[in-house]
Antibody
Framework: EAQLLESGGGLVQPGGSLRLSCAAS????????MAWVRQAPGKGLEWVSA???????TYADSVRGRFTISRDNSKNTLYLEMNSLRVEDTALYYC???????????WGRGTLVTVSS | EIVMTQSPATLSVSPGERAIVSCRAS??????LAWYQQKPGQAPRLLIY???TRATGIPARFSGSGSGTEFTLTISSLQSEDFAVYYC?????????FGGGTKVEIK
């Protein structure tokens, strides 16, 4: 059974940085697309970034140039490096993976990022 | 960017009744449309993909229909565990976008 476990969230000041991790198990991580999806408190879902098995990446306009997605296939781990954080980046960040196409079959439980002074 | 619009924002339904949630895309997404269920404190769960294919383990009371720009999620007979927020999402191209959500609450 596929499992995703996020970590690395916390409280950070505006302008600060944070790195999120997502540890994957139960499937061949190196063969799967992966993504980050966030949810601001009381709000809906927002796709943030995606990574292909070969390392191709794409970003939402709201985070492009500030966030970097990467993966270490040898460690079955996905990362999200977040710089120049803004108050509006405050959200629960989910790691998610599609079994095929870009609909999300597998989700982690999320890690909370709070950007506040 | 394709904008996904869901209606209604809130749907009040009695247990055993049918619930219908609508999702409209600002341009055609063909059948590249997924539906998710999210309960408080939980991650979203994939219900439907390809506009009408149920994901693994999803009960038959959940069904999806539509193509192009108009889509519907139908829950034929609401059970207590179905009261939740439902989201649609297109996966035609980048950026992937979600609808704003529909809360299905107990009437």
């Amino acid at each position: 059974e596929a499992q995703l476990l996020e970590s690395g969230g916390g409280l950070v000041q505006p302008g600060g940085s944070l790195r999120l991790s997502c540890a994957a198990s139960g499937f061949t991580f190196s063969s799967f697309d992966m993504a980050w999806v966030r949810q601001a408190p009381g709000k809906g879902l927002e796709w943030v970034s995606a990574s292909s098995p070969s390392g191709g990446t794409t970003y939402a306009d709201s985070v492009r140039g500030r966030f970097t997605i990467s993966r270490d296939n040898s460690k079955n781990t996905l990362y999200l490096e977040m710089n120049s954080l803004r108050v509006e980046d405050t959200a629960l960040y989910y790691c998610a993976s599609p079994a095929s196409a870009w609909k999300f079959d597998y989700w982690g439980r999320g890690t909370l990022v709070t950007v506040s002074s | 960017e394709i904008v996904m619009t869901q209606s209604p924002a809130t749907l009040s339904v009695s247990p055993g009744e049918r619930a219908i949630v609508s999702c409209r895309a600002s341009q055609s997404v063909s059948s590249r449309l997924a539906w998710y269920q999210q309960k408080p404190g939980q991650a979203p769960r994939l219900l439907i993909y390809g506009a009408s294919t149920r994901a693994t383990g999803i009960p038959a009371r959940f069904s999806g229909s539509g193509s192009g720009t108009e889509f519907t999620l139908t829950i034929s007979s609401l059970q207590s565990e179905d009261f939740a927020v439902y989201y649609c999402q297109h996966y035609l191209n980048w950026p992937l976008t979600f609808g704003g959500g529909t809360k299905v609450e107990i009437k």
